[in-house]
């Protein structure tokens, strides 16, 4: 099986960044997502790390490691529109292709 | 416009009282998910399809039917809800063998009385 964790709120102000962590223990690792999803709202892809290192989006950036099992999200310059909840998901790289999400952090961004 | 459409978007129903809910996408995507959403739970996949006649359980299949008799169209079919099936479901689609992009449908909203 597949469990991840991640903390379930961070607070933070306009124009700062911040970092959301993801740890996670599978049974074999194809790589590990992020999604966006504000409330009453789809969740949207943000970005995705199949080998060590990091991968940047704009404001965003994703990191993996996964000797550590371990990977983040780093959100600079942070906007009141980034207040959203994030998730991370990992997927098994052998036989069944679930994707399996944390339940989420939530960010609040003050000004 | 790319996008994964589901229908209904709300829905109120009795227990035992079988329903459907249906999901399109319009982007040739080989694969299809189907997602509950819980409070502190996060997203859990439900079933899968990897492509036209093959799905597959995932992690909360109990309660859930699922059919992919044509590539754009994945329905969930709850043949006998309950209340504990009342919830936020998500259908969604990527394509085969590229990166990891999941594209998600605008929910539906399901309370089981």
């Known amino acids: 099986g597949q469990s991840l964790e991640q903390p379930s709120e961070v607070t933070a102000v306009e124009g700062a960044i911040v970092q959301i962590n993801c740890t996670y223990q599978?049974?074999?690792?194809?790589?590990l997502s992020w999604y966006q999803q504000h409330d009453g709202g789809a969740p949207t892809f943000l970005s995705y790390n199949a080998l060590d290192g990091l991968e940047e989006t704009g404001r965003f950036s994703s990191f993996l490691s996964r000797s550590d099992s371990y990977g983040y999200l780093l959100l600079q310059e942070l906007q009141m529109k980034d207040s959203a909840s994030y998730f991370c998901a990992v997927r098994e790289g052998t036989g069944r292709r679930a994707l399996t999400f944390g339940s989420g952090t939530r960010l609040q961004v003050q000004p | 416009e790319a996008q994964v459409t589901q229908n209904p978007r709300y829905l109120i129903t009795v227990t035992g009282k079988k329903l459907t809910v249906t999901c399109s996408q319009n982007?040739?995507?080989?694969?299809m998910s189907w997602y509950r959403q819980d409070p502190g739970l996060g997203l859990r996949q439900i079933y899968y399809s990897m492509n036209v006649e093959v799905t597959d359980k995932g992690d909360v299949p109990e309660g859930y039917k699922v059919s992919r008799k044509e590539k754009r169209n994945f329905p969930l079919i709850l043949e006998s809800p309950s209340p504990n099936q009342t919830s936020l479901y998500f259908c969604?689609?990527?394509?085969?063998?590229?990166?990891?992009?999941?594209?998600f449908g605008p929910g539906t909203r399901l309370l089981v009385l």
């Open positions: 982007m040739n995507h080989e694969y």
């Open positions: 599978t049974s074999g690792f194809y790589g």
């Open positions: 969604a689609s990527r394509a085969q063998g590229v990166g990891e992009t999941q594209y």
